[in-house]
């Protein structure tokens, strides 16, 4: 029997033996739930960027054991967890602050309110300073490479798309970077633009750093008018540009459009991702069994939500980061049933293992799936 026949196996027994159990729900051991890599941080300042867009300033807490925060890069997120109305769940947001400010043990993230978003007008509505708040340490790929990345780079950003940037633009002020930054920051009204006044203190003060905005219903003096388009841009493009991009998928999808008009090779365009949605012809609610270390909970997860956030809504403490398939933190085994995957980064072993990442995938029967928890 080779390896993936006797892992077969095992699973075969784990799922009998699991139908032969009754299912426990209780509520999870915290310790066995515990995440790794918390950080503990309190809420020393919040900022009213616009109506619907707030910045909060997150100190290391050294009463909760987290004297030190770690440094990141920019362009990185950090996985905020909260409990809201007993849901324990988690959000990743872009780090806005410059990698400096971790030595003062300082982050900040900046919160556009989402319609119906849970966690969104949870933090702009009900969070105060002095409050905590448990973090994941910063992760993710996203932002400017040094060492593959070209010195002209071109930085697309729509609504709260601009965060990253915001870092990135303060890292190359500080001299952390040493590289041209333009950043296109497409918005629709004037009163949505974000960080207003760092940006005009930068585009005063910075030889190295552009930002050029454009409002797409409004037409206002100093302001470009309209959606992005290729005149916009190509007066920046240089023989070797870096493209980032930040935004909604409509904005990827327009800019992809003219960024092949320009010839930029593929590798040299990276994007932000941190939308996941699947639209099923047909609603359908499925049956969830999960299988964990020490318990078997029982749930249902309809097929236009992730197995994720259908476990959160149970109750239970699932691993997750960056939520849109690229960590691979929440990585579980499908003991049995399909899934739709939407855009997760999977190895060949991992597939063959059946392996999947339950904060993309969306339920196409009935399932089990094991949990390292
Ligand atoms: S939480 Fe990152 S891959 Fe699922």
Redesign the pocket.
Known sequence: MNKIEKVKKERKEIIADSSKKKPNNTHIDEEVAKQKSIYHTKIIDMKEETNNVKTFTLSADPDSDTPYLAPFKAGQYITIHVTINGEDTTRAYSLSSSPSEANKNKYKITIKRVKDGLVSNYMLDQVKVGDKLDISKPAGEFGYQPIIDEDNVIAIAGGSGITPFMSLAKAIMEGIYDCHLTVFYSVRTYDDVIFKREIEEINKKSKNVKFIITLTREEKEGYLHGHLTKEMIEPYIKEFNTILMCGPKELYRSMNDILNEFNIPRKSVRYENFFVEYEPQEKITYHVKVVMKNKIEEITCKNDETL?VAMEKAGIKA?????????????SVLLEGKVKMIG?TLKKAEIENDYI????SFPDSDIVLRLDI
Request: hydrophobic share 25%.
């Open positions: 994720l691993p997750s980061l960056c939520r849109v398939g690229e960590c691979g933190y929440c990585r997760a990442h339950p904060c993309v």
